[in-house]
C-alpha cells in the first residue's frame, strides 16, 4: 500500500497566484515524521521541512506555509504569490520512528509550472 | 548536515555492461541509503547499506543485479550489473541520521543505449 499519496500529478498556475500541494499518509507508528522536498530541473532534492507526529502546530517560512492535520493524515503545502524559480517537482516522504526513523516513503511527486 | 558527493553525476552505457556508482560522506554515518528514480517517477528505495553487515534490499531488488559495498562508515558504492534500457534512471546516495532530514547526493543519471 501506498504510504504517501500525492494525489497531484501536474499543477501549473500564474505567477503570483497561491498554490496548494496536497500530501495524505498512512502509518500505524504514532511516532512518525513528514517531510518536503524540492527537486528543481537540475535534479538535486531539496530539503523544505521536517514534522514530527506530535507537533501539529503550522509552520510558515517566507512565501512557504505547511498545515499538518493529524485527523485528516494529511501534510499540505502552501506556495504564496508563486515565483517562477518555484517550478519544480515536489515531494512529500514519510519516516516512521518503528523502522529506526531513517528510511523514508515518498509520495509521487506533484509538478509544479509557475507561468510567467 | 551532510554534504554528499556521489560520481559520475552521468553515464551512457551500453546495455549488458557495468557501472559501479561511488558514494562520498563528510561524516561518518551508519546507514546509507540507495534510491532509483524512474523518469518522471518518484524515488523508489533500493536498499540500505549498513557498514560491516550485508546491504537490506527492498522488495523487487537483489544483490546479483545491484550489489554494493560498504568498506568504511563514510563510503559505498552501489553497482547497477548487466544493464538494461529498463535501468536507465537516476540513482540517489542519501544519508539519514535517527529522525532527522535525509541528505542526498547530487545523482548519477544513467542512460542505458
Known amino acids: 500500500a501506498q504510504k504517501v499519496t500525492q494525489a497531484q500529478t501536474e499543477i501549473s498556475v500564474v505567477e503570483k497566484e497561491d498554490v496548494t500541494l496536497d500530501c495524505v499518509y498512512e502509518?500505524?507508528?504514532?511516532?512518525?515524521?513528514l517531510f518536503w522536498y524540492k527537486q528543481p530541473p537540475s535534479g538535486e532534492l531539496v530539503f523544505l521541512i521536517r514534522r514530527n507526529s506530535f507537533d501539529e502546530q503550522n509552520e510558515i517560512s517566507g512565501r512557504y506555509s505547511w498545515n499538518f492535520q493529524k485527523s485528516t493524515s494529511s501534510f499540505n503545502f502552501t506556495i504564496t504569490a508563486s515565483q517562477v524559480v518555484d517550478s519544480a517537482v515536489y515531494f512529500c516522504a514519510l519516516s516512521e520512528a518503528q523502522r529506526g526513523g531513517n528510511q523514508f516513503y515518498f509520495g509521487t511527486g506533484t509538478s509544479l509550472t509557475v507561468i510567467p | 548536515s551532510a554534504v554528499i558527493s556521489q560520481k559520475p553525476s552521468r553515464d551512457i552505457c551500453q546495455r549488458g555492461t557495468s557501472l559501479t556508482i561511488q558514494c562520498q560522506v563528510d561524516s561518518q554515518v551508519t546507514m546509507m541509503f540507495w534510491y532509483r528514480q524512474q523518469p518522471g517517477q518518484s524515488l523508489t528505495l533500493i536498499a540500505t547499506?549498513?557498514?560491516?553487515?550485508?546491504?537490506?534490499?527492498e522488495s523487487g531488488f537483489v544483490i546479483d543485479k545491484f550489489p554494493i559495498s560498504r568498506p568504511n562508515l563514510t563510503f559505498s558504492t552501489l553497482t547497477v550489473s548487466n544493464m538494461s534500457p529498463e535501468d536507465s534512471s537516476i540513482y540517489l546516495c542519501?544519508?539519514?541520521?535517527?529522525?532527522?532530514?535525509?541528505?542526498f547526493g547530487q545523482g548519477t543519471r544513467l542512460t542505458v543505449v
Open positions: 542519501s544519508v539519514a541520521k535517527l529522525n532527522t532530514e535525509a541528505f
Open positions: 502509518t500505524r507508528d504514532t511516532t512518525y515524521y
Open positions: 547499506a549498513n557498514q560491516g553487515s550485508e546491504a537490506t534490499y
